[in-house]
């Protein structure tokens, strides 16, 4: 289902994470490759370059035409279960999605440096997000083309 709009993230309650809560989600460098590739694909992306340097040791890029992550969610997109999929447990029942936890960024800082440009349909512009071993966002303009 392709998504021409970003998705709102919300915050999942405790009761939800410990009852959907994984024990780690990257694992390796193919690990990593998935969850961003799942990741534009749940953003309706329809074409999606993936590159690497030194077999993903160096750097791992993916380039995609989704929706982008609503500037309202950019501060929060890597906070471990902060998902656009779902609200509470039982919406598990209506997922038609690959990723719904919203821990896979937040598990992929742990592991090196994150960063990701982004912008919606409607911004001119969009932005950088710079992101810390524990998650947290350092946000600035993107550089103009």
Known sequence: RRHTRPMVLNTLSATTVSR?????????IAAVVKELLENALDAGATLIDIRMDQDGLGQIMVRDNGSGIDPQDRDKCTRGYCTSKIREFSDLSNIHTYGFRGEAL????CEGEVVITT??????TGEVIVLDKMGAA????APQK
Do not use: F, L, P, Y
Request: charged fraction near 30%.
């Open 20 to 28: 959907i809560k994984a024990d780690q989600v990257i694992v390796d």
């Open 106 to 109: 937040h598990s992929m800082c």
């Open 138 to 141: 350092t946000i600035r303009a």
């Open 119 to 124: 912008r919606v349909a409607g911004e001119e």
